[in-house]
T-cell receptor
Framework: GAVVSQHPSRVICKSGTSVKIECRSLDFQATTMFWYRQFPKQSLMLMAT?????????EQGVEKDKFLINHASLTLSTLTVTSAHPEDSSFYIC???????????????????FGAGTRLSVL | GDSVTQMEGPVTLSEEAFLTINCTYT??????LFWYVQYPGEGLQLLLKATKADDKGSNKGFEATYRKETTSFHLEKGSVQVSDSAVYFCALGSTLGRLYFGRGTQLTVWP
């Protein structure tokens, strides 16, 4: 089936440092990837939509200079949390949407497949 | 705008009990509807989906029917197992491709 790899799974950093999170679609191409943030016992909040080769579209209230998104290829998007502070501590999840259907591989078109998430803790 | 309202949890059941988690939606156009499951410390996995009215999505014993007349997509399972313990999210997929999630329902199944 469709596999989305997200790395690292957990990161602890000091306040003021930057952290990069990678999201890769392993067996399919994704023109669009999404980045979500999840607070404890709450739902997912869409932060931004990332399209390959173009600038990301950020949701209202999300600082684009703080959360830098790069979607350099059809299989990789990165989220960089710049100058992280304790209030940025959260669970970040990416998803990827397939370009084409691959029935035998368990990949459906226009379905979002999710990574396992990254737990960010800023001290 | 598009939104999803999901039954508040937590839900606690004994093994082999019947499960229902309610989900209703508000949408413009003709959205797709999804149920995702999240196990502790993990991302979301697609459980089932329905793309048009009266479609029934099913997987691993779970079912949900897209009811346009009641704008609902309730999740059901006839006999839950301990391994079904997780958080379940109802989601609406807009025609523009973004997902709108409900708040999630924590399910705990006791042996």
């Amino acid at each position: 089936g469709a596999v989305v790899s997200q790395h690292p799974s957990r990161v602890i950093c000091k306040s003021g440092t930057s952290v990069k999170i990678e999201c890769r679609s392993l067996d399919f191409q994704a023109t669009t990837m999404f980045w979500y943030r999840q607070f404890p016992k709450q739902s997912l909040m869409l932060m931004a939509t990332s399209n390959e080769g173009s600038k990301a579209t950020y949701e209202q209230g999300v600082e684009k200079d703080k959360f830098l998104i790069n979607h350099a290829s059809l299989t990789l998007s990165t989220l960089t949390v710049t100058s992280a502070h304790p209030e940025d501590s959260s669970f970040y999840i990416c998803s990827a949407r397939a370009v084409t259907e691959w029935t035998s591989g368990g990949v459906a078109k226009n379905i979002q497949y999710f990574g396992a998430g990254t737990r960010l803790s800023v001290l | 705008g598009d939104s999803v309202t999901q039954m508040e949890g937590p839900v606690t059941l004994s093994e082999e009990a019947f499960l229902t988690i309610n989900c209703t939606y508000t949408a413009t156009g003709y959205p797709s509807l999804f149920w995702y499951v999240q196990y502790p410390g993990e991302g979301l996995q697609l459980l089932l989906k329905a793309t048009k009215a009266d479609d029934k999505g099913s997987n691993k014993g779970f079912e949900a029917t897209y009811r346009k007349e009641t704008t609902s997509f309730h999740l059901e399972k006839g006999s839950v197992q301990v391994s079904d313990s997780a958080v379940y999210f109802c989601a609406l997929g807009s025609t523009l491709g973004r997902l709108y999630f409900g708040r999630g329902t924590q399910l705990t199944v006791w042996p």
